[in-house]
């Protein structure tokens, strides 16, 4: 027997409460499932699947319910409260299922969903954790150049923002192409750039540059109109001012302004950009 996973078991003995349930194999490691789980006309020896946790005192417990999150797997489940030593997210048994702080990405909030797979800790216990890299998939059925959706579920510094693809396939967006246009929970559009050898996948919050201009000037518009119709640097500024203000890389602000330079929208200077 395993918990977190739904199992065959066999009935071997029947009481008051309830029944137990055993594998063949090894027949005295029994599991209990209480009595308004189990279905009239049930006989020892007869067979039920069942998916196995733990109960409120840690014991294992057998339930005919089904889960929404088995072992190993990813998914998004509801958080039903927030307290001093974690969340306790809705998974569709009795007992909630924990997310302690220390396998949160970020704080989650009553009412939200978050993304997380089911592990046991070395306690023993069943848990929830938003660390979800090594529980994704990388057989995803997608190419170069195909658009996919998925959750940001950790930004790092080092390697830019990971990305549940369709909440199941393990991808990234290099630092490089990562300019904090998303935030840990975000749902994004994303396009893959390329497929690993191990099959992960390289992402891009952004079109082709040749698609993508358009978009930028807009975006490079808007922030000048913010600014009273001088944008208080111009492209010359340094690649880590223009990725705080606009989110975009030097090379993609510069093609931007340089497609307003061409339509006659803005005017440059050596320190600012104006709207004409």
């Given at each position: ?55 409120s005192r840690d014991r294992p417990i057998a339930t005919t319910a089904d889960p929404l999150l088995t072992l190993g ?110 935030q840990i929970g975000d749902q994004v559009e994303a396009r893959v750039t390329g497929v690993k050898e191990d099959g ?44 705080r203000e606009l989110s975009m890389s030097k090379n993609a602000f510069k093609r931007a302004v340089g497609r307003l ?16």
């Amino acid at each position: 027997m395993q918990l977190g996973k739904k199992q065959l078991l066999t009935v071997v003995k029947m009481v008051d409460f309830g029944i137990y349930l055993a594998d063949p194999d090894d027949p005295e490691d029994r599991v209990l499932l209480p009595k308004k789980q189990v279905r009239a006309g049930v006989r020892p020896g007869d067979q039920m699947e069942v998916f196995l946790y733990k109960d409120s005192r840690d014991r294992p417990i057998a339930t005919t319910a089904d889960p929404l999150l088995t072992l190993g797997d990813v998914g998004r489940l509801k958080v039903k409260e927030v307290s001093r030593i974690g969340a306790f997210l809705d998974w569709g048994l009795e007992k909630d299922l924990f997310l302690p702080f220390r396998q949160q990405t970020r704080k989650v909030r009553a009412g939200e969903e978050c993304l997380v797979a089911l592990y046991i800790d070395k306690s023993g216990r069943l848990c929830a954790t938003m660390n979800v890299y090594e529980y994704l998939r990388t057989d995803s059925p997608y190419g170069v150049d195909d658009h996919v959706t998925g959750t940001v579920y950790q930004i790092s510094e080092n390697f830019g923002a990971f990305v549940a693809v369709d909440d199941l396939y393990s991808g990234l967006v290099p630092k490089k192409e990562f300019f904090g246009q998303a935030q840990i929970g975000d749902q994004v559009e994303a396009r893959v750039t390329g497929v690993k050898e191990d099959g992960k996948l390289d992402l891009s919050l952004r079109e082709k540059s040749y698609l993508q201009i358009d978009e930028d000037a807009e975006q490079v518009m808007k922030a000048i109109e913010e600014f009273g119709g001088v944008l208080p640097f111009s492209d010359k500024a340094s690649p880590e001012v223009i990725k705080r203000e606009l989110s975009m890389s030097k090379n993609a602000f510069k093609r931007a302004v340089g497609r307003l330079l061409k339509e006659g929208r803005v005017e440059i200077t050596d320190k600012s950009i104006r709207k004409r």
